[in-house]
């Protein structure tokens, strides 16, 4: 079993290192991926991701990979620390108080605040983790052109 997941492992890190392309090229594929990928549009974060790969004209094998930022694993964290960040720029109180007793609109306005939240929070994460992301594979690619040159 755990031969398995190393060669799993290897396959995809030599995919991700046979792109090719220079590396600004291959740099912006990943940092588009990995700012769809912050934001919680389920199921959606892979084409978004590859739309603005292709109008950004990046890497979009590896903006599709990018975008795993988010799986079963991180969702929790990351969503919640989206809110968290979204919640803070906002100035207001981070919690939302729900009683049964709501009435249709209170809802709609609490849901309403929620998501703008969670966006923006969603956007500065995913700007900030998308420029980190971006550098670390154009230096990698860089890395990697030098050593084969050499």
Do not use: H
């Not at 292709?54 to 620390?81: D, E, H, M, Q």
Request: glycine share 8%; charged share 15%; aromatic share 16%.
């Amino acid at each position: 079993m755990k031969l398995i997941k190393n060669l799993q492992y290897k396959k995809i890190l030599s995919l991700f290192l046979k792109q090719d392309g220079t590396p600004f090229f291959n740099a912006k594929g990943v940092a588009v991926g990995v700012f769809c990928g912050c934001f919680p549009f389920f199921g959606f974060q892979t084409l978004l991701g590859l739309f603005l790969a292709r109008v950004a004209k990046g890497n979009l094998f590896l903006a599709a990979i990018g975008t795993w930022i988010s799986n079963p694993f991180t969702y929790v964290p990351l969503y919640f620390f989206n809110y968290k960040v979204g919640s803070f720029l906002l100035k207001n109180s981070p919690d939302i108080v729900f009683d049964k007793n709501l009435m249709i609109e209170e809802l709609w306005e609490k849901g309403s605040v929620f998501s703008l939240r969670l966006i923006l929070g969603s956007a500065l994460v995913g700007f900030l983790l998308a420029s980190i992301s971006g550098i670390i594979v154009f230096l990698l690619y860089k890395r990697k052109i030098k050593k084969t040159v050499s």
